[in-house]
């Protein structure tokens, strides 16, 4: 693997905590990469098997939930 | 409910491999409640295969699709047209599912999906373990509740056999003897005494020594 290897990660996110955080990370101007993306779940408990598979399935290189 | 595994991924990609319309059958009965071939296992393994074929070009088009049960025509029939366009099915339930969806559209080949193990039942989330053999002849009367042809390792009608240590199998340690729960059930019920009853060798002929068995109701046919 080549050392510019920017993976691509899609965080699923709970809408009262992990996404908070994002938001506030935003209102604080901190840096995360453009490379995470984030979906927002009403609770993570929703992220299901099918989702983290259809992340892979287009493409994510790693896929987290968070919440 | 009818206990199944799903086949290994190295399997299901062999045997879909010569094929390109790929049609997937999940049953919503049996097999949803074991979660080894219901409407998510089907989206589990759909997304897998389709992982597969972009990483090894297999050219694959898959169609998913759940019915409520694989074992009964009234429920495959409406199927035909997905079935015409397909050029292979994969079956998501029990082998009665496979082999029916073959006798309601002859002209298709349908591939298991599953590794249809056992009648059995749930006993905590994620775990499933056999109570029936489908024996045919039912002794449960007998043994208290505690079925000596499915839960024994050796079938015994008359146990326990010298192989019992501490209430487990000598087959495996994980498994319990079931004559030592048969007693203790004659023992917690004040029925002790059963355990004297000699329990007559039977003819296997209703279990499947007698060939594949068939159940009319004369009144019911039509």
Avoid at chain 2, 7 to 25: A, C, G, Q, R, S
Avoid at chain 2, 26 to 54: F, H, P, Q
Avoid at chain 2, 105 to 132: D, H, M
Avoid at chain 2, 208 to 216: F, Q, S, Y
Wanted: include cysteine.
């Amino acid at each position: 693997m080549s050392n510019d290897f920017d993976p691509k990660i899609v965080a699923f996110c709970c809408k009262y905590c992990a996404y908070t955080a994002a938001d506030l990370a935003g209102s604080m101007r901190l840096d995360y990469p453009p490379t995470v993306r984030i979906v927002q779940l009403l609770c993570s408990g929703r992220a299901d098997v099918l989702h983290l598979l259809k992340a892979f399935e287009n493409g994510a290189d790693a896929v987290f939930v968070a919440g | 409910m009818i206990v199944a595994d799903r086949k290994p991924i190295e399997d299901i990609k062999e045997m879909l491999t010569p094929y390109k319309k790929i049609l997937m059958v999940g049953c919503g009965t049996c097999v949803s409640v074991c979660m080894a071939g219901g409407e998510k296992e089907v989206g589990v393994l759909a997304s897998e295969l389709r992982m597969i074929d972009k990483m090894e070009n297999k050219n694959w088009e898959i169609t998913e699709t759940t019915i409520q049960r694989q074992c009964e025509r009234e429920y495959i029939e409406p199927l035909e047209e997905k079935f015409k366009e397909a050029d292979i099915v994969l079956s998501m339930a029990c082998g009665v599912g496979v082999q029916y969806m073959v006798e309601v559209f002859p002209e298709k080949i349908v591939l298991p999906a599953l590794n249809t193990t056992f009648y059995g039942t749930t006993v905590s989330e994620g775990e499933w373990e056999e109570r029936c053999a489908g024996c045919g002849e039912c002794v449960l009367h007998l043994t208290l509740g505690v079925c000596p042809v499915a839960r024994c390792s050796k079938g015994l009608y008359n146990g326990p056999c010298g192989g019992t240590d501490m209430g487990k199998c000598e087959v495996s340690k994980e498994l319990d003897c079931a004559w030592y729960l048969i007693h203790n059930r004659m023992k917690d019920l004040g029925k002790i005494e059963m355990m004297g009853t000699f329990i007559k060798p039977r003819s296997w002929k209703q279990s499947l020594n007698g060939g594949p068995r068939k159940r009319v109701r004369e009144d019911l046919k039509k």
